[in-house]
């Protein structure tokens, strides 16, 4: 299982961020503290605290969402 910590500042952030986890075949989770979403949920994603640096784990690897991650990743 693959853990990085990204920052989403707005809608549009979050639509990309979506769209790429919708393209993988394997299961991505983000999440804070003891709240956990299903990434490829637009509404679910929407609905967290997005002045929060937020977790995403995922259990499979493709080059695209990896892409994604990089530009939104947290230091």
């Known amino acids: ?11 549009e952030q979050v639509r990309d961020f979506v769209r790429s986890a919708e393209r993988c075949d394997f299961d991505i989770d983000i999440f804070y503290n003891r709240v ?18 937020l977790t995403v784990q995922y259990g499979g690897h493709n080059m695209a969402f990896e892409n994604v991650l990089q530009k939104y990743a947290t230091a």
Not at 1 to 11: A, R
Not at 42 to 48: K, Q, T, W, Y
């Open 1 to 11: 299982m693959s853990e990085k910590k990204i920052k989403l500042n707005d809608t």
């Open 36 to 53: 956990i979403i299903d990434a490829k949920s637009f509404l679910g994603v929407l609905s967290l605290d997005l002045t929060r640096e």
